[in-house]
């Protein structure tokens, strides 16, 4: 039940991550030569948000209720040599976590800096290595073996 609600959560959260995170590039990219304004920083925080939420909605699943971590914990080995039980227990996570790293080192980096140019240059350098994580990582419906619908229970 827990497993359910979980899963269908972090599959719908996703679209709030990809739509925060690509808006977020789009305008430091659309932006560059522009005045680095309260809107810049207020997405910036935006993107931050939906990120964390992901990622705590993710080890939620990842650390309990989900029989494809349980059952790649159950048998770390074997469960490398299968694509599947790997892509769950290594790769998403990983990647995925890095996305998250890379949109807070975006804001980090962006308060640190005083030249407008710069911050949306460095948003939009670190935004788009975690669009491209991201966009690595998802298991999208066409991917073999992990593909997952676009919507939950789709
Ligand atoms: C930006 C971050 C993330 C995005 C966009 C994302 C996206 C997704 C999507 C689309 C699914 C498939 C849902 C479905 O079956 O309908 C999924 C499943 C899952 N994700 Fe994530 N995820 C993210 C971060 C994470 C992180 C950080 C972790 C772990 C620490 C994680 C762990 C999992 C697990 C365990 C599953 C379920 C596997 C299963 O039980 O079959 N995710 N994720």
């Known amino acids: 039940m827990a497993y359910t609600w979980l899963l269908a959560l972090h599959s719908l959260w996703r679209w709030v991550v990809v739509a925060a995170v690509v808006g977020r590039l789009a305008r430091a990219v659309g932006y560059r030569?522009?005045?680095?304004?309260?809107?810049?920083?207020?997405?910036?925080?935006?993107?931050?948000?939906?990120l964390d939420v992901q990622l705590l909605l993710g080890f939620g699943l990842y650390a309990g209720p989900s029989p494809a971590t349980a059952a790649a914990f159950a048998d770390v080995g074997a469960a490398m040599k299968d694509a599947s039980l790997r892509f769950w227990l290594v790769e998403h996570t990983s990647m995925m976590t890095l996305a998250v790293v890379f949109g807070h080192v975006a804001n980090i980096r962006v308060r640190r800096l005083t030249e407008d140019a710069a911050k949306h240059r460095a948003a939009a350098i670190f935004f788009g290595l975690a669009v491209l994580c991201i966009a690595l990582a998802m298991p999208w419906p066409f991917r073999a073996v992990i593909g997952r619908p676009w919507f939950p229970g789709l």
Do not use: P, Q
């Open 33 to 50: 030569s522009e005045a680095y304004t309260a809107t810049d920083k207020r997405l910036g925080l935006a993107a931050m948000i939906a």
